[in-house]
């Protein structure tokens, strides 16, 4: 393994560390942590907080996928399309969403 791609596989490891940490946050204590987020008022903590659950799966399914792409490459392909998913279901749920008081 070279040292850039264990660079790279512990870059990923802690942002998903960070990203799982804040998602606990935002589910145990109810509200969202004082980062700077666009649209603070209209987010929704626990979609917050499983959005961010879901954004730290990525990152150690694509490290896990890196692992095992030389003994089990098609189920590395699995965890990489698995992966995609839960990032893609992880931005939907920490957009902020329009509330019922919007008017056309």
């Given at each position: ?17 960070g ?22 008022d ?63």
């Amino acid at each position: 393994m070279s040292s850039t791609l264990a660079i790279g596989q512990a870059f990923l490891l802690v942002m998903g560390c960070g990203n799982a940490a804040l998602g606990l946050y935002a589910l145990l204590a109810g509200r969202l942590p004082r980062l700077p987020v666009v649209g603070r008022d209209r987010l929704d903590p626990r979609r917050y907080g499983v959005g961010q659950i879901l954004m730290s799966t990525f990152a150690f399914s694509m490290v896990l996928s890196q692992v095992l792409m030389d003994r089990a490459p098609d189920f590395s392909m699995v965890l990489i399309m698995a992966g995609f998913g839960f990032f893609l279901g992880g931005i939907w749920l920490t957009v902020p969403t329009e509330g019922s008081q919007r008017s056309f």
